[in-house]
């Protein structure tokens, strides 16, 4: 099996937002920000190889809605192709995306403007494209706090296309890759852990957006759900410590994984490791 890492674009939002109610006095001493308090954000996808499946953990925003989100500032967005060439593969290799949830920044890079932008096409136009049942109820009837994450024309064309796998409960979607359940950012994101010879890799999204999220109260304040946040953080996090398993984050600028460490019911980061530690 091969693991690659794909940088997907960088952007800012508010430091605020990312530690909720931690004290910026305290935050700041473990993850940076700019003179107008913005934390630099990292949309950090995940190409699984296994030999059968060709797999893409999250899709980052993509650029058809740039313009509607300056506020972001939004910086090196990708191209698929380009950079899925780089490592070999085209997009028609890929086999299966599977979505952690269905804001913005983690499947906007699913659909492109074809060449004349006169309609929206697949950009895996061969891949099984994986969403929570639930997180795809709430992106078609989202709620109010959640209304301006979503985007129609990001994953519409899917359903569309037949390409659509809704999961309704923990599962294995090959020997190597298994997908839970976790609710408390938004319901029915998706975990991903990545079996890897002796080693688990867990995608752990939104549940744990930075490494400078990982004591247990130090929750965003775009978690939908706080108490069962921390609940389900708490669960990753004890399994994560007991079984030597390895985080990958999506959004850390600057920490690409760690291992848990767990004394006294609190945890912390261990080793910080860069994929290329992990997979050669």
């Known amino acids: 099996m091969k693991l690659y890492k794909i940088e997907a674009g960088n952007f800012h ?3 605020g937002a990312v530690f909720g109610v ?10 940076p920000c700019d003179d107008e308090n913005y934390c630099s954000l990292s949309m950090r996808c995940l190409l699984i190889d296994t030999g059968l499946k060709r797999i893409l953990i999250d899709t980052g925003t993509g650029d058809k809605q740039l313009n509607y989100l300056k506020y972001y500032g939004f910086k090196e967005v990708i191209s698929f192709d380009t950079e899925l060439a780089r ?3 085209t997009c028609a ?4 995306v599977v979505f952690t949830h269905l804001h913005f920044d983690h499947c906007g890079g699913t659909t492109r403007y074809n060449a004349d932008k006169s309609a929206v096409e697949l950009v895996f136009p061969n891949a099984t494209h994986w969403v929570g049942a639930t997180q795809w109820n709430n992106f078609l009837n989202p709620n109010v706090r959640e209304g301006d994450s979503y985007f129609p024309e990001n994953m519409l064309p899917v359903q569309e296309a037949g390409k659509l796998e809704l999961v309704t409960e923990n599962r294995f979607i090959c ?3 298994e997908i839970r359940i ?3 950012h938004t319901v029915g994101q998706l975990v991903s852990y990545i079996h890897y010879g002796s080693q688990t890799l867990v995608y752990v999204g939104d549940v744990i957006p930075l490494a400078a999220n990982v004591p247990l109260a130090w929750i965003s304040a775009y978690d939908t759900d706080p108490l069962t946040a921390m609940e389900e953080k708490k669960t990753l996090l004890d399994e994560a410590a007991a079984r030597h398993q390895i985080l990958f984050f999506e959004h850390d600028t600057y920490t690409e994984c760690c291992t848990i460490e767990a004394q006294y019911h609190k945890h912390k980061v261990g080793k910080t490791l860069r994929l290329e530690e992990i997979s050669n």
């Open 175 to 177: 020997p190597e890759v």
């Open 182 to 184: 976790f609710n408390g």
């Open 22 to 31: 931690v004290p910026k006095k305290v935050w700041k001493k473990r993850y």
């Open 13 to 15: 939002v508010d430091g």
């Open 93 to 96: 290799d890929i086999t299966d």
């Open 87 to 89: 490592l070999g593969y």
